[in-house]
């Protein structure tokens, strides 16, 4: 499903083949956050299946370092911080996938340094 919603580098916003005087006052709210919705989220289905599974915590992991890049290890949403991860940046939900951030974050590098024997 494609956007419905397009937003301006002015800040001007609206909805794709409908022009404002078309729009009753009263769903303003609604198509606005119809394009917060797809500013985040890219389809119902992925919604759907979220709802359907257990939203318990996750631990975003740390992918790569030298460039402070974390991912959601259930949405797979990548974000690069300034410095340190999700929590010490004051994030307490993944923008995605909307699921608790854990507090006790562990960066993890790439799943192969846990195949190695000890």
């Known amino acids: 499903m494609s956007r419905q919603t397009y937003r301006e580098p002015n800040g001007r916003w609206g ?3 409908i022009s404002w005087a078309e729009i009753p006052d009263g769903l303003y709210g609604a198509l606005y956050k119809l394009m917060d919705y797809e500013d985040v989220c890219d389809s119902p289905r992925r919604v759907a299946s979220y709802m359907d599974s257990d939203l318990g915590p996750v631990r975003y992991q740390l992918i790569d370092e030298a460039h402070n890049v974390w991912q ?4 797979g949403h990548i974000e690069q911080f300034e410095a340190n991860g999700p929590i010490s940046n004051g994030w307490t939900v993944c923008p ?12 993890v590098l790439d799943e192969e340094d846990d195949d190695e024997p000890a």
Not at 72 to 75: I, K, L, S, T, V
């Open 72 to 75: 959601c290890p259930e949405c």
């Open 96 to 107: 995605c996938c909307a699921r608790m951030i854990a507090d006790d974050s562990e960066a």
């Open 15 to 17: 909805v794709k083949g």
